[in-house]
């Protein structure tokens, strides 16, 4: 007997979620997020290059879950952690998680849980419920990445925001806006379909 897992994001919807689908979902976003970190640009003054993570993570998040997406989100981490070069620009290791954008990496599993959460509450639905809640998720990674940073680079509140967050701000505020579009039409679409 299949067992189903009732959901209200959008792959419950347009998707019937036994465990099987499922698991097949939290790895293929964990892989989705991997190839997202392949398109990466480094920046000559800070360790931390821009990428395509974040825009990655909202869309899990909001897509999964919370649980499947902390854990498809957990789950890349521990494959880059173990050696598969899932991590930006091919890298893999410990190493890179107990580097300056290793929090970045961690907050990620939070961010996913939380877009999954509001999610789960049909906060994906439209453009103006999605964006606030993609700029919270965007929030909480930078809130887990930017302490880290400053831990492992040793550097002053000034110098973290110089090299963790202002490069960064622009391309996040177009990320969100692109997945707060994204998210409420596919929830059109998958509607339009159901009827």
Request: charged fraction near 5%; aromatic fraction near 10%.
């Amino acid at each position: 007997m299949q067992t189903t897992i009732p959901s209200r994001v959008i792959t419950g919807f347009a998707l019937p979620r036994s465990a099987a689908v499922t698991a097949a979902l939290v790895v293929g976003f964990a892989l989705f997020t991997a190839l997202s970190a392949q398109v990466a640009i480094p920046l000559p003054f800070t360790p931390v290059p821009i990428s395509g993570q974040t825009f990655a993570v909202l869309l899990t998040g909001a897509a999964l879950g919370s649980s499947a997406g902390a854990i498809s989100m957990g789950l890349y981490l521990m494959l880059g952690v173990v050696g598969f070069p899932f991590f930006t620009a091919g890298a893999s290791g410990m190493e890179v998680i107990t580097g300056a954008t290793g929090g970045y990496i961690v907050g990620f599993i939070l961010a996913a849980w939380v877009v999954g959460a509001l999610a789960e509450r049909q906060q994906d639905r439209t453009v103006a419920t999605a964006v606030p809640a993609f700029f919270l998720g965007s929030a909480i990674i930078y809130m887990v990445g930017l302490p880290w940073l400053a831990v492992v680079g040793n550097f002053s509140f000034a110098q973290t925001l110089e090299y963790g967050l202002t490069p960064f701000v622009i391309g996040d505020l177009v990320k969100i806006g692109l997945a707060g579009v994204l998210l409420p039409t596919a929830w059109k679409i998958a509607s339009l379909r159901s009827r």
